[in-house]
C-alpha cells in the first residue's frame, strides 16, 4: 500500500467519481515503493485534457501546462499536481520528440510509452499496483532496465540516455545488461538533444549519490556532449602529490564536494585543461603550468553552450580559476579574498580545496590547514572585519576634508587605505585611518 497525500487522493476520488480512471503513476510510485519520499505526485487518467478541466474548474484553478500532449496542472490546498491523460507517443522521426501523440483510454498503452520498468507503474488505492513489465521486481534488484527494445527507445528519444545515468545515480541503480549495452552503443545520438535538457539531466546526475560509480562506468556517454572528458581518462600526472589520474582525481573531488550544483560542476572542470598543458621535466615530474585558466576557459565555453544560467557561469568559471589559490590561516590572506571574490565563494574555495585535497589521497595534514583557514574565516566575518572600502571606519567626505579633490585619486586613496587595513598595518579607525591617509597623501 502507497500512503498518498489528501489533495492526491481527492483528486483520484473525483475522477473516478465522474466515471474516469486515474492512478498515480511514474516516479511518485517508484519512490514510494523505494521508501523515499516523492518530490512531485503525477496523476494519469482517461479524461481528456478538456474533460479534466470541466471537472476541476468549479473546484480549483487549473493552469493548462501542455494541453497538447495531455497535461493540465491542478493546483488545489496549496499544492500542484499535474494530471496527464493516458497517451500513446506517435513516431518519433527527430530522436527528441513525438511528431504526434494520441490520447487513449488504457492505462497499459501510456505505461508502455514510458522509458524504464520501475517508472512505469501505476497506484490507485482502489486497484492496487498496476506493473505490466515487473518493475516492481527490477525495483527490488534496483536495475533500471528499458520497456520494450532498447535501441528503439533510446533511438526515439535520446534523453532517456541521460535519464538513465542521472536515475542510476541518484537512486543507486545498477543499469540491466542490455540497456547498458544499448546506451554505449546509441550515445552519439545524445549530439540532437537540446542543450536545456542536457543540462539539466547533468545537474542532477553530477548532485546524485553515486555519481562518481556512473561517471567511472559510463564517462563515454558524458564525453559526448563534454569532450574534455575524454582526454583526461588515464592522464598520468607523473607527480608526487597525485596518487591518481586526472579523471580518477576529477571523480573523487566530485564526490568529496558537497551535492550542490555549483561545487559539482567546478569540480568536474577544475583539472580539465590539464591535458591542454601537460609536461614533464627532466626529473620525471610532471607539470600542468596555467591548467586553472584553460580549464576556466573550457568550463566557461561548456556551460555557455548548455545554456545554463549566467550566474551559474561566472560562480563556475570563478571557481574553477581561483581553484588552486593559496588560502591560508591567515588574516591578510583571507580578508584579501574575501575583497577579491566575496564571501559565498571564498566558502565555497575552501570547502573545495578540502575535497582537492582529499581527492589527491595525499597530505593529510594540509586538511587541518583548511580546518584552521575555515574557522579564522568564520571568526572574520562574526568581528564584521574590513574588507570592503565600503566598511571602511572612513568616508568619501572625510577624505576631501583633507583637501582630496572629488575624483579618481579618491578611489586610489580609499583603495590604498583598504590596502593597509588589510594587510594590518592601520586599524579600521577613524584616527587611525586619517592619518594614514595624510602619510599617502604626502607621498605622493
Ligand atoms: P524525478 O521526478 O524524480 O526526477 P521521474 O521519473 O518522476 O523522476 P519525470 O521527469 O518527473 O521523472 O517524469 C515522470 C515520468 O514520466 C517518469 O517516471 C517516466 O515514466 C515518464 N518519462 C519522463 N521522461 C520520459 C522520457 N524521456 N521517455 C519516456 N518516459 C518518460
Ligand atoms: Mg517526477
Known sequence: RIELPRTVERILELLRGSGYSSQVVGGCVRDSLLGE???????????????????????????????????????LDGEQVEVTTYRIDGSYSDGRRPDGVRFTSRLCEDLARRDFTVNAMAYSPREGLCDPFGGQEDLQRRVLRCVGEPDRRFGEDALRLLRALRQSAQHGFSVERETEKSLLRNRSLLLRISPERVARELILLLCGRECGRVLRRYWQVLAVVLPGIEPMVGLDQHNPYHRFDVFEHTVRVLEAVPPEPVLRLCALFHDMGKPECFTIDGQGIGHFRGHPLISERMARASLTALHLPRRTVEEVSALVRHHDRKLPPERAALLRALHELGETAVRRLLVFRRADWTGQGTWPERLVEVDRAQALLEDLLKEGACYRERDLALSSRELMALGVPEGPYLGVLRGRLLDAVIEGRAENEREALLSEARRLIEQE
Not at 58 to 72: D, F, Q
Open 37 to 75: 519520499c516523492p518530490c512531485d505526485w503525477d496523476v494519469a487518467t482517461s479524461a481528456t485534457p478538456q474533460q479534466v478541466r470541466a471537472l476541476f474548474a468549479p473546484l480549483c484553478r487549473v493552469v493548462s501546462t501542455g494541453e497538447r500532449h495531455g497535461t493540465v496542472t491542478l493546483i
